[in-house]
Nanobody, 121 residues
């Protein structure tokens, strides 16, 4: 069983930055494929970024160059650095994990409860 707990959300002005964290409770965190998703009010959940067990990353086009996903296997923690935030980035951000597949289109088995990011213009 994998438990994921996100933190680091908050309110920020457009152009600002935040760093989200996702602490994982897992026997073999380094073997998990990880990802960040987000869901804005009234919209479908969308993939933002993913990272595999080798550190290879993948980003949605609309966050490339602004967001950075990373992982610290020693701390069993996933991060998402959000820079140059826009009002369109306002959403609940979720981390996800899976042991079989990775990428923006993968189906992740384990999910956190989410952390809210609000960007004001």
């Amino acid at each position: 069983q994998v438990q994921l707990v996100e933190s680091g959300g908050g309110s920020v002005q457009a152009g600002g930055s935040l760093r989200l964290s996702c602490a994982a409770s897992a026997y073999a965190y380094s073997a998990l494929y990880m990802a960040w998703f987000r869901q804005a009010s009234g919209k479908e959940r969308e993939a933002v970024a993913a990272i595999n067990t080798f550190g290879m990353t993948s980003y949605a086009d609309h966050v490339k160059g602004r967001f950075t996903i990373s992982r610290d296997n020693a701390k069993s923690t996933l991060y998402l650095q959000l820079n140059s935030l826009k009002s369109d980035d306002t959403a609940t951000y979720y981390c996800a994990a899976d042991s079989v597949d990775w990428g923006l289109l993968a189906r992740y088995r384990y999910w956190g409860q989410g952390t809210q990011v609000t960007v004001s213009s």
